[in-house]
């Protein structure tokens, strides 16, 4: 419900809606995050705010409780609702990967671009706050909560960090990991288009624009599973190292002859993908996005179980100081990552 009331979606709304009739084809193409998104802290910011702006009756006292708020409905106070509203349209432009001047173009294009722009995206929204309350207040509120949320790591907190994996979806579930045999992602042997394999089912798995850097981390994990292993919790390790095998086993100094296994099936597997547009480049963000067509390769077994299990494990990481730690020959790979 927070996802669809957002103004980032409401912009995206407005590029596919062609007329004022919103029918289940256009619903489909909208560009909801998946419930995967939803970390704990992610889900407990949303439900928070989503809580005190709907709960304002006794006749959604069910919805309260479904939502394990067993006090009285919230006092309709217009101020609070503005800002907490605001709260969520930050955190969802976040979401989306937009960058500050995107959200700026996205509440007003002419303050990006000037005053003569002919682009206009709220103009009935802006029109009627500069009449209420002399200015464009929603304008306002975004922006500062953005800078706040920035300024005291609510988004680093909440996995949305500059550098950070936003969005990355673990495609194998939890509870679904116990049920899985011991080897059930080990690699009989190591072929060349295990870097294409590994490309593709992380692509399957994000569900957004992902820096392709933290892409190519990922891979490197996947095909050298022991480099993740010293850094996963204890519990976590075990599971990695039941499911992965002998790969997994922690081993001293640097990777040699890795980029020389990888860079072929790798180089050959990102340019067939950015020709078809199944990866989606975003040169100045420094982002990849997967685009449609994927679910045409197979990666079913090691690649979609070590892509789900790694992306999981690096939304907890720091990006730059877990690459930073890698070996010589891994972390000069990775850092080329907008070079293939």
């Not at 671009?113 to 002919?118: A, E, F, I, S, T």
């Not at 992306?311 to 730059?320: P, S």
Request: with cysteine; proline share 6%; charged share 20%.
């Amino acid at each position: 419900m927070s996802n669809l009331n957002a103004l980032v979606l409401d912009y995206c709304a407005r590029q596919i809606v062609g007329g004022t009739h919103m029918t289940f084809g256009y619903l489909k193409q909208l560009p909801v995050l998946l419930p995967s998104f939803y970390s704990n802290g992610r889900k407990s910011f949303v439900r928070d705010r989503a809580l005190e702006l709907t709960y304002t009756s006794l006749s959604l006292t069910a919805f309260a409780r479904d939502l394990d708020h067993n006090g009285p409905p919230f006092t309709w106070n217009e101020d609070r609702r503005a800002q907490l509203r605001a709260d969520l349209d930050a955190f969802y432009a976040r979401a989306y990967h937009l960058d500050r001047d995107e959200l700026r173009y996205i509440l007003d294009p002419a303050d990006v671009k000037g005053p003569d722009h002919p682009s206009e995206t709220f103009r009935v929204l802006k029109e009627k706050e500069i009449r209420q309350f002399g200015e464009y207040r929603t304008r306002r509120l975004v922006l500062e909560a953005w800078d706040r949320m920035e300024a005291d790591g609510t988004f680093v907190n909440l996995g949305l960090g500059a550098g950070q994996i936003v969005g990355a979806a673990p495609t194998i579930q939890e509870p679904v990991l116990a049920t899985l045999p011991d080897g059930s992602w080990v690699r009989a042997a190591q072929q060349p288009n295990d870097a294409g394999a590994a490309l593709t089912a992380i692509l399957k798995a994000i569900n957004g624009p992902s820096p392709s850097q933290a892409i190519r981390l990922a891979a490197a994990m996947m095909l050298e599973p022991h480099l993740l292993t010293p850094l996963l919790p204890e519990a976590r390790a075990r599971e990695w190292r039941r499911l992965v095998g002998q790969e997994s086993e922690p081993r001293t100094g640097n990777v040699v002859g890795f980029a020389a296994r990888t860079n072929q099936g790798w180089g050959a597997a990102v340019s067939n993908h950015r020709g078809t547009a199944r990866l989606i480049e975003n040169l100045s963000a420094g982002t990849w996005a997967p685009g449609p067509g994927l679910d045409a390769f197979d990666t079913a077994g090691w690649p979609d179980g070590r892509a789900g299990f790694v992306l999981g494990a690096l939304a907890a990481l720091d990006l730059n100081a877990t690459v930073t730690s890698m070996p010589d020959e891994v972390r000069d790979w990775i850092a080329h990552a907008a070079a293939a």
